[in-house]
């Protein structure tokens, strides 16, 4: 487990399949090992499309993603398996800067280490912007009994930028406890301004329970969302949660066949049922 991946099983159970979009997604290997897949988004701006390719050589090397979008961005991401603890990566992305957006082009080498039951680390330069120095590190403080300690820090060089020091962007700490029924964690955001506490229950193979609190330090408030999943049959997941902000979510997913799965998603805000803020999903995948 990475310093990312605290709270990440809670974080799924609760968004995953909550997705208020109209979409329409394909997915389609060749026998030559490429998958391919072509994504379609209706929204009230328009459509948004992509369409993304990835395949994994036996050598080890792998291209992750290769992902053309309608709105002028690339995306390309590719990755070395060493051996089974070290793995090298590269990510790179460009293309038209909409005002507004938060996307950017950057340019990352990276590299994961990983000794089982011991520590994790993860580190990348982003050679593009700073050049922008990213790593974490997590130590296994328990053995078995799975309990972690993680500090992460981004630390921008300013090398770019003559008349600008070099700057701390980010640094952060966490704590998680993690076996085969539940999983508990805590961990900061935004240099330690934002707390977020989570939760997983594995009741039993069809029962999910998870809670996720969220508290910033700096301005004394929280919010909180809990939520569940149910899976009557192997094909048929049921999910819903609830926010602090009174804002209830239902979701439907179901694998129709082996080459078709639909998500049904609905939110209402539960103080005003005849708001217009409403919101509803629909999504199709399919695959051959």
């Known amino acids: 487990m990475f310093f990312k991946d ?3 099983s809670t974080a799924d159970l609760l968004n995953d399949d909550f ?28 459509v948004m499309a992509k369409l993304a390719a990835k395949y994994k050589h036996p050598s080890g090397i792998s291209l992750d993603k290769l992902e053309f979008k309608s709105d002028g961005r690339v995306l390309g991401e590719a990755s070395l398996d060493v051996d089974s603890k070290l793995k090298l990566w590269v990510s790179a992305e460009d293309g038209r800067q909409d005002t507004g957006k938060p996307i950017k082009s950057h340019g990352k ?53 003559k008349d600008q020091k070099p700057e701390f962007l980010d640094y952060n700490v966490g704590l998680a406890k993690v076996n085969t029924s ?37 301005k004394n408030t929280q919010g909180m969302t809990i939520g569940g ?8 997941r ?24 639909l998500l049904l998603s609905a939110e209402v805000d539960a103080k005003d049922w005849a708001s217009d803020s409403h919101k509803f999903g629909l999504g199709l995948t399919l695959s051959a």
């Open 6 to 8: 605290f709270g990440r």
């Open 19 to 46: 997705s208020y979009k109209r979409k329409l997604k394909i997915k389609l290997p060749t026998p030559d090992g490429v998958t391919w897949t072509s994504e379609g988004e209706l929204s009230s701006k328009g």
């Open 109 to 161: 080498l990276g590299v994961e280490y990983v000794s089982p039951g011991i520590l994790s680390a993860l580190s990348d330069v982003d050679v593009v912007n700073g050049p922008t120095v990213n790593g974490s590190v997590v130590v296994n403080l328990a053995g078995k009994r799975g309990l972690l300690a993680g500090f992460q820090a981004t630390y921008n060089t300013q090398l770019d930028e």
């Open 182 to 218: 539940w999983e508990a964690s805590v961990r900061s955001y935004h240099k330690m301004s934002n707390l977020q506490f989570s939760l997983l229950s594995r009741v039993n193979p069809q029962v999910t329970f998870g809670a996720q609190l969220d508290y910033q330090v700096d």
């Open 229 to 236: 999943c149910f899976r009557p049959e192997a094909d048929i």
């Open 238 to 261: 049921l999910s819903a949660k609830m926010s602090s902000t009174a804002l209830l979510s239902i979701a439907y997913a179901q694998n129709l066949n082996k080459f078709a799965h």
